[in-house]
């Protein structure tokens, strides 16, 4: 099945230091491990979307890249993302995968199960089993313990047909930015398909996550 992607990249990496996109794992600049992995999977076109001063950085980062364009983002996440579909040139009903360039190890197989999920679903994302027992607390102090029956820790891509995905962010209207596109789609009456996320689809987000992907990376590369 042909598919849209969209890997959001115009984040500032603040709390991995700065920069998290452009730096090297394995051997490889974070931001395209999954453009390979998204055009490999058969994206037949993939939105780039980079803060304004990086076009020129991503344009030699991907230079040898097929079907890929650059656009630039917005303040928050949702503003890039909202930039990357008003880029998307396929047809309504083709699948768009929207993925953060903070989880570098995407695999064929998420994305697989996420195209099967759309058959059936307004929506799909990959999620992982909570391990830990969970607690409220405040200020130090331990409120109360939360049944981990039910939750479920959210990964990208999430996917969505373009005109599915277009429409819900049409009719947000919520002052707060949605934390991703799943919660967009849900909250506009969709319904949005859970299916099984991959451990090493982690997102980098604090420096010591680097050596923890480096750990997950396939074999061949490390
Ligand atoms: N992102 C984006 N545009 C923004 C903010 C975030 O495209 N205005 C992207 C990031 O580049 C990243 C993904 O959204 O690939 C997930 O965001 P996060 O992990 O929070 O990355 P940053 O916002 O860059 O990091 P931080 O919050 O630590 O500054
Ligand atoms: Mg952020």
């Not at 759309?118 to 999620?127: F, H, K, Q």
């Amino acid at each position: 099945m042909t598919f849209s992607g969209i890997i959001v990249a115009a984040g500032s990496g603040s709390r991995a230091g700065g920069d998290k996109q452009w730096r090297t794992l394995g051997g490889k600049p974070v931001l395209r491990w999954s453009a390979e992995a998204l055009l490999n999977a058969g994206a037949d076109e993939l939105i780039v979307v980079v803060a304004p001063d990086a076009l020129d950085r991503v344009a030699d980062l991907l230079s040898d890249l097929p079907r890929w364009r650059a656009v630039s983002g917005g303040d928050a996440r949702a503003d890039s993302v909202r930039a990357g579909l008003a880029a998307l040139t396929c047809a309504p009903d083709q699948p768009v995968l929207i993925h953060d360039a903070a989880r570098p190890l995407l695999d064929r197989a998420v994305i697989d199960r996420l195209l099967s999920a759309l058959e059936t679903a307004d929506g799909a994302l990959p999620v992982l089993a909570v391990a830990d027992s969970l607690r409220r607390g405040e200020a130090q102090v331990m409120t109360d313990v939360v049944e981990r029956d039910g939750l479920w820790r959210a990964q990208t891509p999430q996917a969505f047909r373009r005109r599915v995905i277009e429409a819900a962010y049409a009719a947000w209207t919520d002052a707060d930015a949605p934390a991703d596109e799943a919660v967009v789609v849900q909250r506009n009456g969709g319904k949005v398909a859970l299916v099984q996320g991959d451990p090493r689809l982690l997102k980098l987000t604090y420096p010591e996550d680097f050596a923890m992907a480096e750990a997950l990376l396939p074999r061949q590369t490390r």
